[in-house]
């Protein structure tokens, strides 16, 4: 438990030194002069426009950590041969892999903290300056850190995906690529079902449907974490669905950074 | 040396770009929508799609808020940008708004309108107006008071819908006095309105409506007079039933077919 802390440490004064969270937290305060000329824009709906931006913002963000920081710290560690020098000390590679996502957790945390608290101050001062601003219908703050939260752990499935290609490629841009890729998948892959399982739309083999259904329970469904709609319409967000999601969630990633180490554990780091 | 020539150049041709193209003609802004499916939208859209139908809705407000011309098309590609961003987000308010205020209008659009407005009143289902606005439109586009009359009842029963709505579904189902319940339902539309050009539009349609229901009267008193109905609306003032005609907000003179009686202003 101590080398995962310890390795997380490293990870996390790593990740602070990158210039990424600076750049992260220059673009935070340029999205706050955005939301305020982009909401008068609008007439109606000013809250919702503005959970959109300040949610874009930090998945934006979040992404940029993960598929950057996140998959380049890994990848260099590994060409450097500087996870050699970890690993050759009485720190199993699972401790490593463990302690490095713990680590890459709290840095993406940082960013969604800041994008998050930045882009409600910006909200709040644009109901002080801005006339047509108005909260969103049934604003609550408890709605608003369940999104947020979400969003984080999202961003968390990402990394443990990024991880695990990082580990089978050994190579920055295919993993880069690969996690991508499922990114897009994930959100996506819901509404292809349900549209192709509606028939209404296109019609297609049952074989098809049937490889569909079986995708759907490999990548991850990141639809599932997208809680804006009941943030910016005040739209009801029942207790189970929440417990039973987050729950999806941790064990997806557990599952993932499960066989990121038993990949890694067999590995020959040349 | 370099760098400095380079920034000069830059500047001077940065101020010709940008007064070239201020002074584009207005006539040559059309409006424009790719051709995507909503379908396809929604698949692609990922969480985005917010953000995504914010975008199309402004693009659609930038064409309306600046054409000083149209064509046909542009209000095709307007309904299709409505459309696409009520597939992303069909909550919107925004664009159920601008769909009666612009789209619902206008001749060969009134279905298309009601079709957006269907899809907010299916999933802002707390809120009466986007029902207000496909009532109205049956009523008074459609001519099918009995539909109007059905939506109007169903958006009174909502929480927060105003005495008028319940008031306006019984005067549908009446068939009668369709000028004055249209001239009460523009009345709370403007109220409600918050966008200056919406409200302008509004106003010019209360002044058109308000001449038709002075010629309709001034008919209505031929008629009683003559025992027909009079053969232009100049006979009106030939035979001395009103001083003079009403001005059109909309330009020429008000329409009137002698064989219905019925008059329009466009």
Redesign the interface.
């Known amino acids: 438990m101590r080398n995962i802390w310890l390795i997380s440490n490293i990870t996390v004064k790593d990740g602070i030194r990158n210039r990424l969270l600076h750049g992260i937290l220059f673009i935070a305060l340029f999205s706050c002069v955005i939301y305020l000329t982009?909401i008068p824009?609008?007439?109606?709906?000013t809250g919702?426009?503005a959970?959109?931006?300040g949610?874009?913002s930090m998945?934006l963000s979040g992404l940029a950590v993960v598929i950057f920081l996140g998959i380049g710290l890994l990848t260099r560690d590994i060409h450097e041969r500087s996870v050699c020098m970890v690993i050759s000390r009485p720190v199993s590679r699972s401790q490593y892999v463990t302690g490095k996502f713990l680590g890459l957790s709290i840095t993406i945390l940082t960013a969604v903290l800041i994008m998050a608290v930045l882009s409600v101050f910006s909200g709040w001062i644009a109901l002080k300056i801005i006339p047509?601003m108005a909260l969103p219908?049934n604003f609550s703050w408890g709605y608003l850190l369940t999104a947020v939260i979400f969003n984080y752990l999202?961003l968390l499935i990402v990394m443990a995906l990024g991880f695990l290609f990082t580990v089978i490629t050994t190579n920055a841009y295919l993993s880069m690529l690969f996690t991508f890729c499922c990114y897009?998948i994930g959100?996506?892959l819901e509404?292809?079902v349900k549209?192709i399982t509606s028939g209404e739309?296109v019609k297609v083999d049952a074989f098809y449907i049937k490889t569909l259904e079986i995708l759907k329970w490999i990548f991850p469904n990141?639809?599932a974490f997208?809680l804006?709609?009941s943030v910016?319409?005040g739209?009801p967000l029942s207790l189970d669905y929440t417990i039973w999601t987050a729950v999806y969630g941790l064990i997806y990633i557990s599952i993932i950074i499960f066989i990121t180490t038993k990949i890694f554990n067999r590995q020959e780091i040349k | 040396m370099l760098i400095s020539v380079l920034l000069a150049g830059y500047f001077v041709c940065s101020l010709h770009v940008f007064s070239m193209r201020e002074r584009l003609p207005a006539e040559n802004m059309r409006a424009e929508a790719m051709s995507l499916?909503p379908?396809f939208l929604?698949?692609?859209g990922?969480?985005?799609k917010?953000?995504w139908?914010?975008y199309l809705?402004?693009k659609a407000?930038v064409f309306i808020g600046g054409y000083s011309r149209s064509i046909p098309q542009d209000w095709e590609a307007v309904y299709l940008l409505f459309k696409q961003s009520l597939a992303l987000?069909p909550?919107?308010?925004?664009t159920c708004?601008y769909t009666q205020g612009v789209l619902a209008g206008r001749e060969s659009m009134h279905e298309k309108a009601i079709e957006l407005l269907e899809i907010s009143r299916k999933h802002r289902f707390?809120d009466w107006e986007p029902g207000f606005y496909v009532a109205f439109d049956y009523f008074y586009y459609l001519r099918d008071n009995l539909k109007a009359a059905g939506i109007m009842r169903e958006t009174a029963k909502l929480k927060g819908a105003p005495p008028i709505v319940a008031t306006l579904g019984a005067r549908f189902a009446q068939k009668s006095g369709e000028t004055r319940t249209a001239i009460a339902i523009l009345k709370i539309m403007y109220d409600r309105a918050?966008?200056k050009g919406i409200k302008a539009r509004l106003e010019k349609r209360i002044m058109a409506h308000l001449g038709i229901l002075t010629l309709e009267q001034a008919v209505g008193r031929f008629t009683r007079k003559y025992g027909r109905r009079p053969s232009s609306l100049n006979e009106l003032t030939e035979k001395g039933i009103i001083n003079k005609p009403p001005e059109n907000p909309f330009g020429s003179s008000f329409l009137y077919d002698n064989l219905t009686g019925r008059i329009s202003f466009d």
């Open positions: 982009i824009m609008f007439a109606f709906d919702k426009v959970t959109d931006l949610f874009a998945t047509e219908r999202e897009i959100q996506t509404t292809i549209v739309f990141l639809r997208d804006k709609v910016s319409y739209l | 499916s379908v929604k698949i692609v990922g969480e985005f917010g953000l139908a914010d809705l402004l407000s987000d909550y919107f308010f925004s708004y707390w918050r966008d």
